[in-house]
């Protein structure tokens, strides 16, 4: 293991910066553990909700030629029952186990973030920025005294613990991110997917149970390195993880040195599997060989001197 990957954000020590998106493999502790082994630094969950959600009609998942389509529509068995599963994943990692809460209101985030740390979560990130559920996405950005009470409630239920706030590229990013901030978070998390859609030519219709969906993988890269950059340039200090088609060790020295701390792999892992992981951490430690550094984080922000 090589020590100059690792990073600290928010508080919580992470091995490495290579951690799993939520909405990838989240949803057990098994699972959880696979990603862990696998060589993740850290891993967020599938976005829990206070209620079950049975998501979307199928179909869910479309492949593009530059990314991913997915109306999954925020399918959760409930934190009631996710608490055992919290339980059991922090029992068996080594690695932050960070939970992923979604809600259309102040009160259901609280009760989810409070339920999630009470189980063991290391820190919560909540995702007000999910393209296609309504009421659970981005509609909470639109109005943002209703999103600096989300934020605010999630905030004082984490307790201790740090919270990550997930955004979308869509919508005023900086304003958001500063009504976040001010509310408490204490980690910005750039970017959600972006809404889009395909149509079949054929059966001439949606090709999405629900008609919408976020798209990710290379295509909104450059987009999500444009975040990033942005929030560093007004927020220098406060941490930002970048995630958003990243699939080779060089878009995660681009996210870096554009200003995040850490990344989060989803698409790639979906595509490539799992030992994208040790990959990115082999790259990295020879970029770092390669530009005689001792620690990854030297390589935060660099894209903004001068
Ligand atoms: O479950 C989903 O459909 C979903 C969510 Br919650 C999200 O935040 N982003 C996304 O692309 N899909």
């Known amino acids: 293991m090589d020590t100059r990957l690792s990073v600290e954000v928010a508080g919580l020590r992470f091995r490495n910066p290579f951690l799993l998106a939520a909405g990838i493999l989240g949803i057990t502790a098994g699972l959880l553990v ?38 999954m529509g925020l399918p959760n068995p409930g934190i009631d029952y996710f608490v055992d599963e919290i339980a059991r994943a922090k029992e068996l990692l080594s690695v932050p186990l960070i939970v992923s809460v979604g809600g259309s209101t102040p009160e259901e985030v609280a009760y989810v973030v409070r339920r999630a740390v009470e189980a063991g979560a290391d820190g919560v990130e909540l995702n007000a920025s999910c393209p296609h559920v309504e009421r659970y996405g981005v509609e909470l950005l639109q109005d943002l005294e209703l999103f600096e009470e989300v934020v605010e409630r999630a905030k004082d239920s984490a307790r201790t613990k740090p919270l990550f706030v997930k955004l979308s590229a869509t919508g005023d990013l900086i304003r958001v991110a500063e009504t976040a901030i001010e509310a408490g978070a204490d980690c910005l998390v750039a970017i959600n997917t972006i809404r889009a859609m395909a149509v079949d030519v054929w059966a001439q219709r949606p090709v999405l149970g629900g008609i919408y969906g976020g798209l990710s993988g290379p295509a909104i890269r450059p987009i999500a390195v444009r975040c990033v950059y942005e929030l560093y340039e007004e927020f220098p200090d406060v941490p930002i993880v970048g995630v958003g088609g990243i699939c080779k060790w060089e878009d995660v020295a681009e996210m870096l040195l554009a200003g995040a701390v850490a990344v989060q792999i989803g698409t790639a892992v979906a595509y490539r599997g799992l030992s994208i992981f040790e990959e990115l951490a082999l790259g990295i430690s020879e970029y770092l060989d390669e530009l005689g550094l001792s620690s990854v984080r030297e390589l935060v922000g660099r894209a903004h001197r001068g």
């Open 34 to 71: 696979r990603v862990e082994s696998a060589g993740a630094g850290g891993v967020v969950t599938k976005t829990i909700t206070r209620n079950p959600r049975e998501g979307h009609e199928n179909p869910v998942v479309y492949e593009l030629e530059c990314g991913l389509l997915n109306s």
